[in-house]
């Protein structure tokens, strides 16, 4: 993997972390890349789309967020960067196979199917 896409990869792990969004403007923007030109480099790397793949990692922090206490699935889709909890419903059970509710009370998070690249899934 290239080093442009290892600071990719660091970048959506800190701001994960920070709470920060993840949207494919801002993080190229800290990287200090135009949005087309990492996002054609990833894509040709990977196969994937970068807001796909920024989707699915704030999916995931969701389904962390979700196991680890009590939030409402309201403050966990806005705190994962979602503006409408109803997209953030649809998305969830995309990725996961059943609701946010259901997910905190018999879902683990192992169940997530891996669609990228050991390396790239670990970000």
């Known amino acids: 993997m290239d080093g442009l896409l290892r600071a ?7 701001r ?32 994937r789309l970068l807001s ?3 989707k699915e990692k704030r999916l ?7 196991k680890a206490g009590n939030v409402r699935v309201s403050q966990v889709a806005r705190r994962c ?6 997209y953030f419903r649809q998305q969830f059970r995309l990725r996961y196979g059943m609701s946010p509710r259901q997910f905190r009370t018999s879902g683990t998070l192992r169940a997530a199917p891996r669609r990228m690249p ?3 899934a670990t970000a």
């Open 8 to 14: 990719l990869i660091k970048t959506v792990r800190r």
């Open 16 to 47: 994960l972390r920070a709470d920060e969004e993840v949207t494919v403007e801002a993080v190229t923007k800290e990287l200090g890349y135009t949005r087309q030109y990492i996002s054609g480099r990833f894509h040709r790397t990977t196969g």
């Open 52 to 54: 796909q793949f920024l």
């Open 60 to 66: 995931e922090k969701a389904a962390r967020l979700l």
């Open 81 to 86: 960067g979602f503006d409408s909890e109803n």
């Open 118 to 120: 050991i390396a790239m």
